[in-house]
């Protein structure tokens, strides 16, 4: 099955095909290209839906990661016995709220959808923020997750700063 990735938005014109590749790329990075994950984009008002319900939040984010195996240690990959537990879990994209920020950074739309999903991805793999050890080891995952990216795309992405946590997920 690989990547299921849905578009449930139409605020914000989408490169479907261009997001796939950077997620393919990822992927590959990360050596979990046997397993199975959801992308789903979403507008403000249905991410605010999800973040409110699942994390207390009323306010619209930038990514939810609703990981399959939720006690995973960070960079440990799932130990699958059968076919159907190749799967990292469901990642929800708040592509406005993601569009927004872009204006005001002036920053590229998939570029930064593909930091925003290395991010979610690293939550999918068992990697949390919730205290400064935590930051720093997903921080560090991070970095070298993008500058693997950067080195074979020729991009030049960076990691979320810790100023955009209070609302990632």
Same mark, same amino acid.
């Given at each position: 099955?690989?990547?299921?990735?849905?578009?449930?938005?139409?605020?914000?014109?989408?490169?479907?095909?261009?997001?796939?590749?950077?997620?393919?790329?990822?992927?590959?990075?990360?050596?979990?290209?046997?397993?199975?994950?959801?992308?789903?984009? @979403?507008?403000?008002?249905?991410? /605010?839906?999800?973040? $409110?319900?699942?994390?207390?939040?009323?306010?619209? !984010?930038? +990514? =939810?990661?609703?990981?399959?195996?939720?006690?995973?240690?960070?960079?440990?990959?799932?130990?699958?016995?059968?076919?159907?537990?190749?799967?990292?879990?469901?990642?929800?994209?708040? @592509?406005?709220?993601?569009?927004? /920020?872009?204006?005001? $950074?002036?920053?590229?739309?998939?570029?930064?959808? !593909?930091? +925003? =999903?290395?991010?979610?991805?690293?939550?999918?793999?068992?990697?949390?923020?919730?205290?400064?050890?935590?930051?720093?080891?997903?921080?560090?995952?991070?970095?070298?997750?993008?500058?693997?990216?950067?080195?074979?795309?020729?991009?030049?992405?960076?990691?979320?700063?810790?100023?955009?946590?209070?609302?990632?997920?």
């Amino acid at each position: 099955m690989g990547v299921v990735l849905r578009n449930l938005q139409n605020v914000v014109p989408l490169r479907r095909a261009r997001l796939r590749k950077n997620v393919e790329t990822l992927r590959h990075i990360l050596g979990i290209q046997k397993f199975d994950m959801g992308i789903i984009c @979403v507008d403000n008002p249905k991410i /605010q839906r999800i973040n $409110t319900i699942y994390r207390k939040k009323d306010m619209p !984010t930038d +990514v =939810l990661s609703f990981p399959f195996y939720e006690d995973l240690r960070p960079g440990k990959l799932p130990c699958v016995v059968h076919r159907d537990e190749y799967n990292l879990g469901d990642i929800f994209l708040g @592509v406005e709220y993601v569009m927004q /920020q872009c204006k005001e $950074t002036s920053s590229d739309l998939h570029g930064t959808l !593909t930091v +925003v =999903l290395a991010h979610g991805i690293c939550h999918l793999l068992g990697y949390r923020h919730e205290t400064e050890e935590e930051w720093d080891e997903m921080f560090q995952r991070e970095s070298y997750i993008l500058s693997e990216f950067n080195r074979l795309t020729g991009s030049r992405l960076v990691p979320l700063t810790k100023r955009c946590t209070r609302q990632v997920s």
